[in-house]
């Protein structure tokens, strides 16, 4: 899936449907292909996933 702003992808990783490392794989992909804005959208959606991950209640979502 082609993800167009951080809203997309922080709700495929809450919801399970792609993984951090992916998101990671693809940051790292738009960083040598120099995509700044893309390098931004990717930062912000593991920044806003790892806090999520990092509340005390933290329970996975299941589909």
């Given at each position: 899936?082609r993800y167009f702003n951080v ?41 806003r996933f790892d806090e ?12």
């Amino acid at each position: 899936m082609r993800y167009f702003n951080v809203d997309q992808i922080y709700a495929d990783l809450i919801t399970g449907r792609t993984t951090r490392t992916l998101v990671y794989s693809s940051l790292v992909r738009a960083r040598k292909r120099e995509q700044p804005g893309r390098v931004e959208i990717f930062e912000e959606a593991i920044r806003r996933f790892d806090e999520w991950r990092a509340t005390p209640n933290f329970t996975p979502m299941t589909s």
